[in-house]
């Protein structure tokens, strides 16, 4: 059974593209703890992070250094923080969060809720700046 991240990477579930290549696709998260949070998957379906192939472990984490640096540059921050949780999509995925303090890493905060037109805008920005 395919995971709601393959359904996006398919088309079947729509999302906020940023990036994407042969292997990685990278989409806005839709429950957001800052304005550019950010989830980087393989395109391949696999649960857990380090199940991946040394080769595609490198190669994703090389995209998502590519992703966060359009998300510093488009969100100014002090730095782009990367979490790795897994538990909430058995699909492995790397988040990508633009932080002004480690407080904006902490995943009990709540979540913005931002318009369908505001993710589009946030969206673009990333893009643009890629």
Known sequence: MATIFSKIVAGEIPCYKVAEDEKFFAFLDINPLVKGHTLVIPKQEVDYLFDLSDADLAAMQVFAKHVAAGIKRAFPCIKVGQAVL??????????????????????SNPKLKLSDE?????????RAAL
Do not use: C, R, T, Y
């Open 86 to 107: 897994g538990l909430e999509v058995p699909h492995a995925h790397i988040h990508l969060i633009p932080m002004q303090s480690e407080k904006d890493m902490l995943f």
């Open 118 to 126: 505001e993710f589009a805008q946030i969206a673009a920005a990333i």
